[in-house]
């Protein structure tokens, strides 16, 4: 896998209306890393992991991958580099098949249909949903939905995954499958999540976001034990610390 | 579930039914779209008083039913809740053309009567043919195909969109008439409520339209539609199509339903 450093540097951003939801947000992620960007509702995190996949574009600031700049221009190197899993699946899922749907990203890339379809099933191998691949995705249960959307994103080959919370609505047993999955991958992770227990297993680092600003930035195991700043930015500690 | 929302959830079933193995999924898109235009073309381009010249049409889209081993239920169910359109469109005829004409020998029947049935009548035979494709290609796969046949892009792919949209809007509208039941909301909203209601509907449509358009994006959707499975024209594709026009051709020419009577009097006698 091809890796690069991800990096945001002094990211802006407002809504047509008027709501700031990104306010000079800079950091900096190593090829191949795990970060959670945790923070309450409406601190920007889905804002920020969009404007990281160029799906939006930025007021101030900017994101690199490597030495390439994410604008319009380099849309063809960020789409193939960067790979989002959204929050709800429903919003990526709309082939009338699971295979049809995890080729749909190779097959814009150019990928012959042939090829496409093996790539769509080595995806749906890895997540282990290989059994949907016939089933129309809008009769699948949340997690297996959730399971598709990511074999239609590593189906495309991306080096850096962006997740917005991978584990809303998920069973223990699917969450659990989940961690396992991305504990295994080497692609560079970047997960906007609530859930702090999975950031535990899953990733080696967290940004802590607050009013569109990244208020801290460490290990997990230190920056949970800051109970005033969780408290300030709508957190509590990790279940498996609370009593 | 409400009915809005089944009613999509039924309507949907078209692309369920595509994903299927039949022998009208197995022929490429492009062989039938041109041949689904040759029938529209042949069925539309009759006199309006044309009802018996059109019974031999009705062979196309009952072959492409059991080609594509579509269920008869399903198809009558969308039929029945596209019919009110047709009615409406042909209900003036009666009353505006009263003008006796004779349909078989001795019998006389006002002529917007004749009009009225021989329009209920193509809207059948042009409604099932169109439904039949769809569930036997594919709303993708027909896109691709009609791109392939030089479609503007822009055109296939708001037709694409369309087909997604309905559903979320649909799918929209089902939650919040089952919020507004959840909290007690019964019978037909008021004025006040529905205006507030459907604007609602429009922006949480439009929030979601927006979010499924990004993930496409994401997934490097540029407004070229591909095919999952490779549009392959084969021999098969060339036989349907020239078969089916030819027969559309004939039928178009020759009156049949007198041929075929001419046929069997002469037998007779
Ligand atoms: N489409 C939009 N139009 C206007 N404001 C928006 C839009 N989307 C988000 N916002 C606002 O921008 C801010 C940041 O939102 P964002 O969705 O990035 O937060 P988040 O951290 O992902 O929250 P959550 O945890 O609830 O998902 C919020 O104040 C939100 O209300
Ligand atoms: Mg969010």
């Known amino acids: 896998m091809n890796q690069q450093v991800v ?3 002094g990211l ?21 890393e795990s970060v959670a960007i945790v923070g309450g509702n409406g601190a920007g995190k889905s804002t920020l992991l969009l404007m990281m996949a160029g799906l939006l574009e930025a007021n101030a600031g900017e994101v690199r991958i490597g030495d390439v700049s994410v604008t319009p221009g380099s849309r063809d190197f960020v789409r193939r580099t960067i790979g989002f899993v959204f929050q709800d699946a429903d919003d990526q899922l709309f082939m009338p098949t ?39 995705p809008y009769h ?39 961690i396992k999955l991305l504990q295994a991958f080497e692609h560079t992770r970047i997960v906007a999540t609530h859930d702090l227990d ?21 290990a997990p195991d230190a920056v949970f034990r800051d109970e005033p700043l969780l408290a300030r930015c709508h957190l509590e500690a990790p279940l498996r610390w609370q009593g | 579930m409400s009915r809005l929302e089944s009613a999509l959830a039924d309507l949907r079933l078209a692309d369920t039914l595509a994903a299927r193995d039949t022998g009208l999924s197995r022929l490429d898109p492009r062989a039938k779209i041109v041949t ?38 399903w198809l009558a169910r969308k039929l029945a809740l596209a019919a009110p ?59 691709a195909g009609l791109a392939a046949l030089g479609t503007p892009r822009v055109f296939t792919a708001q037709l694409l969109f369309l087909w997604r949209y309905a559903f979320v809007l649909g799918g929209e509208g089902a939650r919040m008439a089952t919020a507004r039941e959840a909290r007690g909301g019964r019978g037909s909203p008021t004025l006040a409520v529905y205006g507030s209601l459907a604007g609602h509907l429009l922006l949480r449509a439009f929030e979601r339209a927006e979010r499924i358009h990004r993930a496409m994006l994401a997934r490097g959707f540029d407004g070229e539609i ?31 339903p007198l041929l075929l009577g001419r046929l069997l009097t002469g037998l007779g006698g």
């Open chain 1, 7 to 9: 990096e945001a540097i």
């Open chain 1, 98 to 136: 699971v295979k049809e749907d995890v080729a749909f990203g190779p097959l814009n890339f150019g990928v012959p249909a042939e090829e496409a379809a093996s790539l769509a099933a080595t995806a749906l191998d890895v997540v282990g949903a290989s059994h949907l691949a016939e089933r129309p």
């Open chain 2, 226 to 256: 591909r095919p999952s499975r490779a549009l392959r024209w084969s021999s098969r594709d060339t036989v349907f199509v020239v078969g089916w026009v030819a027969f559309f051709v004939a039928a178009r020419a020759v009156y049949l």
């Open chain 2, 36 to 73: 689904t235009l040759a029938f529209l073309a042949a069925v539309v381009s009759y006199e309006r008083h044309t009802v018996v010249a059109l019974l031999p049409f009705l062979l196309y889209p009952v072959a492409l039913v059991s080609m594509g081993e579509v269920p008869w239920r």
């Open chain 1, 198 to 218: 999975f950031v535990l297993d899953v990733c080696a680092r967290v940004l802590v976001m607050e009013g569109g600003r990244i208020v801290a930035d460490g």
């Open chain 2, 85 to 143: 359109f047709a009615v409406l469109m042909g209900i003036a005829n009666p009353v505006l053309d009263r003008a006796p004409l004779e349909v078989a020998h001795g019998v006389t029947m006002a002529g917007g009567w004749i009009s009225f049935g021989s329009i209920l009548l193509r809207f059948a035979l042009t409604v099932t043919a169109a439904l039949a494709v769809v569930a036997g290609t594919g709303m993708h796969a027909l896109c």
């Open chain 1, 140 to 178: 699948l249960s949340g997690g297996e939905k959730r399971a598709v959307a990511l074999a239609g994103v590593i189906a495309m080959g991306p080096s850096v995954l962006l997740l917005d919370e991978p584990t809303a609505g998920l069973d223990p047993a699917a969450r659990r499958r989940l």
């Open chain 1, 12 to 32: 802006s951003y407002a809504y047509p209306d008027g709501t700031t939801a990104l306010d000079g947000a800079s950091f900096r992620v190593a090829p191949g």
